[in-house]
């Protein structure tokens, strides 16, 4: 069965005022169906688009910070290191993004629930 998709980011209250006050001068302008021009239209989506990259980079920057000098760590031991303790955030916001962009890696592969499962820094992320 394949696991429905979730994507390596959350909206922030910030970027939801945003998209509101968007839709807000879209409909003063006469309705919903006023299309945004080009120029807006890149402009909320670069600026969206820099604020999931920024909480990104700096949770999957905390991840790999945590690692300190130790080579293999576990997910409750990273976790406590962050300082986290709520595990689905863990996985939502810092593992998975890591893992997706390729500078961490499993221990067991093929076996990602494995409860002896680490994590550990590739080569080039120290």
Same mark, same amino acid.
Request: charged residues 25%; proline residues 0%; aromatic residues 0%.
């Given at each position: 069965m394949p696991t429905p998709y979730h994507p390596p980011f959350t909206l922030t209250p910030r970027q939801l005022t945003l998209m509101a006050e968007i839709c807000e001068r879209i409909g003063r302008r006469g309705g919903g169906d006023v299309p945004l021009s080009p120029q807006l239209s890149?402009?909320?989506s670069d600026q969206v688009s820099d604020q999931v990259s920024d909480q990104v980079s700096d949770q999957v920057k905390a991840l790999m910070k945590s690692f300190? @000098?130790?080579?293999?760590? @576990? @997910?409750d031991e990273l976790l406590r290191r962050l300082g986290l303790r709520h595990k689905p955030t863990f996985r939502k916001n810092y593992l998975s993004p890591a893992l997706a962009a390729g500078v961490i890696q499993m221990t067991e592969p093929d076996s990602p629930r494995s409860p002896t499962q680490r994590y550990r820094l590739i080569d080039a992320a120290r």
């Open positions: 890149d402009q909320v300190g @000098s130790d080579a293999e760590l @576990s @997910s």
